[in-house]
T-cell receptor, first 109, second 115 residues
């Protein structure tokens, strides 16, 4: 079983819809990262959080440390949001990023 | 401010050869990490360098090695290439290397194909 599990693996939605991507992890962590990867490979770090909630534009990330769960929300989704979203964690005592397998999001105009 | 620069963007090699990839971090960043991304295994951590020293290492064979120079630029080397080494190799830099509780700034990657 992977230490970081994401759901869904694939998600297709209409433009304007509210999107939620989930991440569950099985180890104690010091931080959780949400990353975005567009076709071509480049990765952008969207959020790094260890508690609570962060917001940047139409993107919101939340984390529940007790439940070992995080969600990434996109409001008013747009075709340019189409990408692979990857959750990664920094386990306690092991300063190496451990990645989920990613969620492929496609927003249809 | 320039981002993380990786060179080359694409590379084709044959089995048994060796390859060197380069990564220039954001100016002022002292930590550089390397990752391998394949369709089967996803993203996996290779190693991290800080102040010219390897500080963390993932579970890869000794054919994978790296180094960091005094200007924080980093190289990774893969010797005796195998077909399974075909992957996107990404590097990321962060400010002062106080662990991974800092945003990682990624380059666009080097896509390595082994024939």
């Amino acid at each position: 079983k992977n230490e970081v599990e994401q759901s869904p693996q694939n998600l297709t939605a209409q433009e304007g819809e509210f999107i939620t991507i989930n991440c569950s992890y099985s180890v104690g962590i010091s931080a959780l990262h949400w990353l975005q990867q567009h076709p071509g490979g480049g990765i952008v770090s969207l959020f790094m959080l260890s508690s609570g909630k962060k917001k940047h534009g139409r993107l919101i990330a939340t984390i529940n440390i007790q439940e070992k769960h995080s969600s990434l929300h996109i409001t008013a989704s747009h075709p340019r949001d189409s990408a692979v979203y990857i959750c990664a964690v920094t386990p306690f005592g092991n300063e190496k990023l451990t990645f989920g397998t990613g969620t492929r999001l496609t927003i249809i105009p | 401010k320039a981002g993380v620069t990786q060179t080359p963007r694409y590379l084709i090699k044959t089995r048994g050869q060796q390859v060197t990839l380069s990564c220039s971090p954001i100016s002022g960043h002292r930590s550089v990490s390397w990752y391998q991304q394949t369709p089967g295994q996803g993203l996996q951590f290779l190693f991290e360098y800080f102040s010219e020293t390897q500080r963390n290492k993932g579970n890869f064979p000794g054919r994978f090695s790296g180094r960091q120079f005094s200007n924080s630029r980093s190289e990774m080397n893969v010797s005796t290439l195998e077909l399974g080494d075909s992957a996107l190799y990404l590097c990321a830099s962060s400010l002062d290397g106080t662990g991974y509780n800092q945003p990682q700034h990624f380059g666009d990657g080097t896509r390595l194909s082994i024939l």
